[in-house]
């Protein structure tokens, strides 16, 4: 009889791979969910959900993303001070003009799972709101979304 064994990823087995995107025109969303996958090392086979062993990835232009249907102006962003009466609102369009990686920055974290993970995997997301970045040594591969 043939036992098969499911393999388990050790910390020096992974290889880090450095990823660009460029988010120009993009739907929030489309592009979070490619990008979550690759920050958690989703598209790999030696994936194991218990360990970190996604890539890196570098964000371009995330200051140009594109809204549909008029979400710009519909969507909310929510976050509360814990005291009565601390529920603060801002609308996607202000945040834009005010933080413009934040929106994205929040999407592709809230398609990460909630745990310990979370805080170590989404330090590997490079957020840039230009064209510009300091990574051009690493040599990033492009991905496309």
């Known amino acids: 009889m043939i036992i098969q064994k499911t393999h388990i990823a050790k910390v020096t087995e992974v290889e880090r791979k450095w990823y660009i995107v460029d988010a120009k025109d993009k739907v929030p ?6 990008i ?10 030696i ?18 993303i594109a809204f549909t249907a008029g979400k ?3 969507k909310k962003y ?3 001070s814990g ?14 003009a005010k933080k413009p990686t934040e929106v994205l920055k929040l999407a592709i974290r809230g398609m990460l799972p909630t ?31």
Request: with cysteine; aromatic share 6%.
């Open 78 to 80: 929510y976050k509360h």
């Open 72 to 74: 710009e102006s519909k």
């Open 29 to 34: 969303g489309r592009i979070a969910t490619t």
């Open 115 to 145: 745990n310990k993970l979370r805080d170590v995997v989404i330090k590997k997301l490079k957020l840039y709101a230009d064209e510009n970045h300091p990574h051009a040594s690493q040599q990033p591969i492009t991905l496309e979304v």
């Open 36 to 45: 979550a996958n690759v920050l958690r090392g989703k598209n790999k086979a």
């Open 47 to 64: 994936f194991s959900p218990h360990m970190d062993c996604g890539d890196f990835v570098i964000v371009i232009n995330a200051g140009k």
């Open 83 to 96: 005291f009565p009466g601390g529920l603060k609102t801002i609308v996607a369009k202000d945040l834009m």
